[in-house]
T-cell receptor
Framework: DVKVTQSSRYLVKRTGEKVFLECVQD?????MFWYRQDPGLGLRLIYF???????EKGDIPEGYSVSREKKERFSLILESASTNQTSMYLC?????????????FGSGTRLTVV | GIQVEQSPPDLILQEGANSTLRCNFS?????LQWFHQNPWGQLINLFY???GTKQNGRLSATTVATERYSLLYISSSQTTDSGVYFC????????????FGTGTRLTIIP
């Protein structure tokens, strides 16, 4: 089974701090995604990556950046955390099985910015 | 961009009941998936169903792409079915980016 690991389950940071959220996959999948989930808004795409050193903006990239130096690791960076970035952050990869692809999500990081 | 609407937003049912969750989308899609998020936050892919009908145990899903909607059926509900159900669509073939609906929160009472 595909495994997607997010380094922290809960995180509390102060306004203005630089925050790193890490996501690691255990297979050789190219595509990796970062979403945030907020009540009443569902999941919204922040950034995604199709390969090492490649990144593309999603629907809400403002205030975030990403890094993908190795295929298995995709990091989300909050350059200067703000209270409106308090949210659940979910990393995902896509995999293909017999021509059909599916999403596998990590267990999420609940970030609180105070 | 595409709009994805799910109904109802909340559903409370007795164990053993059947339920139908609906997903409407505003434009043509290449892919549609249903997910279940359990009370601990873990999202699980239930169905990849751009068109047609699929069944997996007590769950089944139908997508009518020409009419821009999908339905998720849950029969003989169990308490473990509780959680939030999301519908998500992909509009640009091959880029694998999903646009999610706002979800249906299902609570099954013993």
């Amino acid at each position: 089974d595909v495994k997607v690991t997010q380094s922290s389950r809960y995180l509390v940071k102060r306004t203005g701090e630089k925050v790193f959220l890490e996501c690691v996959q255990d297979m050789d999948h190219e595509n990796m995604f970062w979403y945030r989930q907020d009540p009443g808004l569902g999941l919204r795409l922040i950034y995604f990556s199709y390969d090492v050193k490649m990144k593309e903006k999603g629907d809400i990239p403002e205030g975030y950046s990403v890094s993908r130096e190795k295929k298995e690791r995709f990091s989300l960076i909050l350059e200067s955390a703000s209270t409106n970035q308090t949210s659940m952050y979910l990393c995902a990869i896509t995999s293909r099985d017999r021509g059909v692809y599916g999403y596998t999500f990590g267990s999420g990081t609940r970030l609180t910015v105070v | 961009g595409i709009q994805v609407e799910q109904s109802p937003p909340d559903l409370i049912l007795q164990e053993g009941a059947n339920s139908t969750l609906r997903c409407n989308f505003s434009d043509s899609v290449n892919n549609l998936q249903w997910f279940h998020q359990n009370p601990w936050g873990q999202l699980i892919n239930l169905f990849y169903i751009p068109s047609g009908t699929k069944q997996n145990g007590r769950l089944s899903a139908t997508t009518v792409a020409t009419e821009r909607y999908s339905l998720l059926y849950i029969s003989s509900s169990q308490t473990t079915d509780s959680g939030v159900y999301f519908c998500a669509v992909e509009t640009n073939f091959g880029n694998e980016k999903l646009t999610f609906g706002t979800g249906t929160r299902l609570t099954i009472i013993p």
